[in-house]
């Protein structure tokens, strides 16, 4: 382990030849030149010298190693370790393994989370059938209801009197009514019709109302204009 008098930040290379590994440290200068024997199955020799503002460490190595540096206490300290390069490997290979089968592992949220998308797509579709059934069931009951209003209502004539207001006659209850709709609504009369004048008197009741519109026209028109002057007072 070597220390530094401040962080190291400089780059460290490293050259193998033969049975020497030479560790080369740039920017970093040594006080003085050191060889020193180790009492070690892997690295007989360590040397270390500096030129030219570079360090050089050199192994002398019994046989092949790979060497494995680490920073330590803040870039203030690296770490070099020997190890054997054939143990290297096989250390490397169950490390690898170990990884592949975490990978290749199930992951439980993952299979969970399947399971309630799949639930959430069944509740979607449900929801939207239930959904069309309703609004197939509001058609069907509205169209019902318009018929019985068709049938209940006949307009009998219609007549606009200028663009705002027009007369209308249309049977609803064994009743005429007789009206002005529009920007006026004012119901003219209100008469009780025998049952069995029906529809089928149609054509001959339009000419008469034709022949009434024409005859009441005028008192018509007035009945309007005092009916809108009234409102505005």
Not at 13 to 36: P, R, V
Not at 197 to 209: A, C, G, M, S, V
């Amino acid at each position: 382990m070597l220390s530094f008098d401040n962080a190291y930040n400089g780059k460290i290379s490293q050259k193998k030849e033969k049975n020497l590994t030479l560790l080369t440290f740039s920017d970093l200068t040594y006080s003085k030149d050191e060889l020193k024997e180790l009492n070690s199955q892997l690295v007989d020799k360590i040397s270390i010298s500096s030129k030219n503002n570079n360090t050089y460490i050199m192994l002398q190595n019994k046989q092949n190693i790979n060497l494995e540096l680490s920073s330590i206490n803040d870039k203030f300290g690296v770490r070099i370790r020997a190890i054997e390069q054939g143990k290297a490997n096989i250390e490397s290979v169950p490390t690898t393994t170990a990884n592949n089968s975490q990978e290749l592992m199930p992951k439980p949220k993952s299979t969970s989370l399947e399971g309630y998308d799949y639930t959430n797509y069944i509740l979607v579709m449900l929801i939207l059938v239930i959904l069309l059934i309703v609004l197939w069931w509001f058609k069907k009951t509205m169209v019902y209801k318009n018929n019985n209003v068709s049938r209940d209502f006949t307009m009998i004539f219609q007549r606009f009197l200028d663009k705002n207001n027009q007369l209308v006659v249309f049977d609803h209850a064994n009743k005429r009514y007789t009206m002005i709709i529009g920007n006026s609504n004012v119901l003219l009369e209100s008469v009780e019709i025998p049952e069995e004048q029906t529809i089928k008197h149609t054509e001959k009741t339009e000419k008469n109302f034709d022949s009434f519109f024409e005859e009441n026209k005028k008192r018509i028109q007035n009945l309007i204009e005092q009916r809108q002057k009234g409102k505005k007072s």
